[in-house]
Nanobody, 123 residues
Framework: QVQLVESGGGLVQAGGSLRLSCAAS????????MGWFRQAPGKEREFVAA???????LYRNSVKGRFIISRDSAKNTVYLQMNSLNSEDTAVYYC?????????????????WGQGTQVTVSS
């Protein structure tokens, strides 16, 4: 059974940092695209960042220079280092995986999703 399990969320003050992890199991994800999405209260889920199997990365504009996505293929794990957090980053963060060459922004093309982890930034 394929599973993605996020961890590392929590409450942090504005300007602080958090590191999210997403552990994948059930099969190897070394050839998958791994992405992070988020959903704030009352808003639609949005793309945050993605990393390809060969370590190419893509970020939404509002997190560029603050967030870093990385992966450890041997551990089947993807990370999201979030720095200089602000209140607009408050959301539930979801990890997702997709096999193949896809449009990284499109959440409908991701095959597997985690349950989400809450990130709350206090001002």
């Amino acid at each position: 059974q394929v599973q993605l399990v996020e961890s590392g969320g929590g409450l942090v003050q504005a300007g602080g940092s958090l590191r999210l992890s997403c552990a994948a199991s059930g099969r190897t994800f070394s050839r998958d695209v791994m992405g992070w999405f988020r959903q704030a209260p009352g808003k639609e889920r949005e793309f945050v960042a993605a990393i390809t199997w060969n370590f190419g990365t893509l970020y939404r504009n509002s997190v560029k220079g603050r967030f870093i996505i990385s992966r450890d293929s041997a551990k089947n794990t993807v990370y999201l280092q979030m720095n200089s957090l602000n209140s607009e980053d408050t959301a539930v963060y979801y990890c997702a995986a997709a096999f193949g060459d896809i449009n990284l922004y499109r959440e409908d093309l991701y095959n597997y999703w985690g349950q989400g982890t809450q990130v709350t930034v206090s001002s």
